[in-house]
């Protein structure tokens, strides 16, 4: 990646009267890790995968 470009990391928990943790994938931004995070299920988290290897993200 990049100079500057931001990296999901992963974190634990889940918001209250979520989902079970465990299907959870929770996403938030490197550079700011008391800032937002984003909850994707495990389909959607493999969607957004194959969006990102197909090029559809491809900052270039």
């Known amino acids: 990646m990049g100079a500057g470009m931001n990296v999901p990391e992963p974190v634990q928990g889940s918001p209250a009267g979520e989902a079970d943790p465990e299907k959870l994938i929770v996403l ?16 959607q988290w493999c969607a957004l995968l194959r ?6 993200y491809d900052p270039r």
Request: no cysteine; aromatic share 4%; charged share 40%.
């Open 51 to 56: 969006r990102i290897k197909s090029g559809d």
């Open 28 to 43: 938030r931004d490197s550079k700011d890790p008391a800032g937002p995070v984003i909850f994707l299920t495990r389909r």
